[in-house]
């Protein structure tokens, strides 16, 4: 991982900072730990002219993707759902974090970003961004 974040280099900026945020969920031994800490030192240099404290700055854009993973998987859990969305945890997010995000998308009645942003079409879409006709059928497999 190390050598792949390193290759990319400053265009591998976002997909460096993914794959270190999944890695730090999937290593929980100190080893595993210690073998992200290079990764992690990559990201703080490419933000190294960030004024402001990069170690934080690594840190909050780390949350904001647990953030934003579990507003996905909390609209992609429709409309039924009674309790908050699992996976919080594993995408390390304390409990009002959680709660709070859950509670958002329930106002909304859980619709996915996508549904908004085609909302005010005529059209229709699946999951997949496939156009549907009237019937709810891909109008052009």
Do not use: H
């Amino acid at each position: 991982m190390v050598e792949l974040c390193t290759k990319w280099g400053n265009e591998g900026m976002a997909p460096t900072g993914r794959l270190y945020f999944m890695a730090t969920k999937i290593l929980k031994s100190a080893e595993g730990k210690a073998a992200l800490t290079p990764i992690r030192d990559l990201i703080k240099y490419f933000y190294r002219e960030v004024e402001c404290d990069v170690e934080e700055f690594v840190e909050r854009s780390q949350l904001a993707m647990g953030e934003f993973a579990y507003k996905t998987a909390t609209q992609e859990g429709g409309k039924d759902q009674q309790s908050l969305t699992v996976g919080w945890k594993v995408l390390g997010l304390d409990k009002d974090t959680a709660t709070r995000i859950w509670e958002e998308e329930e106002k909304t009645d859980f619709i996915t970003d996508r549904e908004k942003m085609f909302a005010g079409q005529g059209r229709k879409y699946d999951a997949k961004g496939n156009i549907l006709d009237k019937k709810g059928e891909i109008a052009d497999p």
